[in-house]
């Protein structure tokens, strides 16, 4: 087969999104498909000739640091993709180059799967601090967009019921995204390296470690695992907290600690390369997050894979993954955390069993799992007596799509100012 992903984040950014498609991308030419990721420009990127790596014109992205937003595209771009010739169309986002992936299934008649990563009624808050796009409308879009493809892609029930909450009406498959193991393992790195990173970082060799891996974003909330911090370091005054990422939150995260007078054991290492984040999972003595606003809970079965504990906030986005009291610990309420913490990181032996037993839980969520199942499902497609083309998204939908996709950045970036500044309508143009 040859296959067409289409994606508004892939590498060098890290995140739940890039990570799947790499993932999916692998698996599926190990099969010997042909896959083509088509996906925004980016300075940092690293590709090189890769030809299977289609990079599209785009502009920095305004609302959300760090990402980039495709332009209109020059008629060449279409030319190259119908010399691929695209048996099905895989779209991984609903906004610029999810369009532009649409725009290509529509019309030249080539079904379209949809992966519906993001929850976006729990994002809302980046633009214009949630007074110009409310969770009705982001639940509105997204119903749109799904309704438009063929089949849509889930990773969790969770996300399932939040479509059919919106009313999206195509069928639905839950299918869990695949944990590159290799990755992550603790035989890939030597314990030289690990000690010469912890050196690097200030670590002693027997410094508690608790590690978060992933986006320093407010959906994180990030703030109740800092909070939880105080109390743990009056009982392991050495103990370290480990942040890698980047994003938005990190000023305000570095303000928290101080304010908390925990700075002096926080650590931020900001952005590390992909190749490089196996490494620094296994710094940590347990990996802890506080996110509800999961849909896939990569970082937390990574960190699984990597054999450390995870204590994690309970919440049916991870139900695939954790199971309290086997492979991690889950809280309720924010006081618990602290003690669950200070329980992982001092019996050493219950620590060692969440480990193991997490370790085996990942082997049901191998690459190649993924990879079969997809595969399945796009062959069930395409071999389908009446394959089920996607269409038009609805009037109302379409018409906030291309609102944003085509009015320029600058434009739309005063419109959302004067919004804010000044709490006036914006107007209809």
């Not at 779209?91 to 019309?107: C, D, I, P, R, Y």
């Not at 992966?115 to 601090?129: K, L, N, P, Q």
């Not at 889930?154 to 193991?181: A, M, W």
């Not at 480990?355 to 997809?374: D, H, I, T």
Request: glycine letters at 8%.
């Amino acid at each position: 087969m040859n296959i067409g992903i289409f994606s508004d984040t892939y590498y060098p950014q890290l995140n739940g999104v890039g990570t799947s498609i790499h993932t999916l991308q692998k698996a599926l030419e190990a099969k010997g498909h042909n896959v083509y990721i088509f996906t925004p420009y980016d300075p940092k990127q690293n590709d090189g000739d890769n030809p299977h790596i289609i990079r599209l014109k785009s502009v920095p992205n305004l609302l959300v640091k760090g990402f980039r937003t495709c332009v209109a595209q020059p008629p060449s771009v279409l030319r190259k993709i119908d010399a691929l010739h695209l048996d099905l169309i895989h779209t991984q986002t609903e906004f610029s180059v999810g369009m532009l992936g649409k725009f290509v299934a529509v019309s030249r008649g080539i079904p379209m799967v949809h992966t519906y990563h993001t929850m976006y009624e729990d994002y809302v808050h980046y633009i214009a601090g949630g007074h110009l796009i409310t969770p009705k409308m982001a639940g509105d879009i997204s119903a749109a967009f799904c309704n438009a493809a063929s089949h849509v892609v889930v990773p969790t029930e969770k996300t399932r019921q939040l479509l059919l909450r919106y009313g999206v009406t195509k069928p639905i498959h839950t299918i869990p995204t695949g944990i590159d193991t290799e990755n992550f393992r603790k035989g890939r790195f030597s314990p030289e390296e690990i000690a010469d990173l912890r050196h690097t970082l200030g670590l002693e060799a027997e410094t508690p470690v608790v590690v978060y891996v992933g986006r320093l974003a407010k959906e994180k909330n990030l703030d109740m695992v800092f909070r939880a911090m105080p109390t743990l370091l009056q009982q392991l005054p050495d103990m370290k907290f480990l942040i890698v990422g980047w994003g938005p939150e990190r000023e305000h995260l570095e303000e928290l600690s101080a304010q908390l007078g925990i700075d002096a054991s926080v650590i931020f290492t900001g952005g590390v390369p992909w190749e490089e984040i196996g490494k620094y999972y296994q710094l940590g003595d347990v990996f802890c997050s506080a996110s509800v606003s999961e849909t896939q809970g990569l970082t937390f079965a990574e960190a699984m894979a990597a054999g450390v504990p995870v204590v994690a906030k309970k919440d049916p986005c991870i139900e695939n993954i954790v199971t309290d009291g086997k492979t991690g610990l889950l809280f309720e309420q924010e006081s618990d955390l602290p003690k669950l913490l200070y329980y992982i990181l001092t019996e050493k032996t219950f620590a060692a069993e969440l480990s193991q037993n997490g370790l085996s839980a990942m082997e049901e969520l191998s690459v190649e799992n993924f990879g079969n199942r997809l595969e399945r499902l796009y062959t069930s497609i395409l071999q389908s007596p009446e394959q089920p083309i996607p269409v038009a998204a609805p009037k109302v939908a379409l018409a906030w799509s291309i609102k944003f996709i085509s009015l320029p950045e600058k434009a739309l970036g005063r419109r959302i100012i004067k919004h804010v500044n000044k709490k006036e309508p914006i107007e209809k143009k």
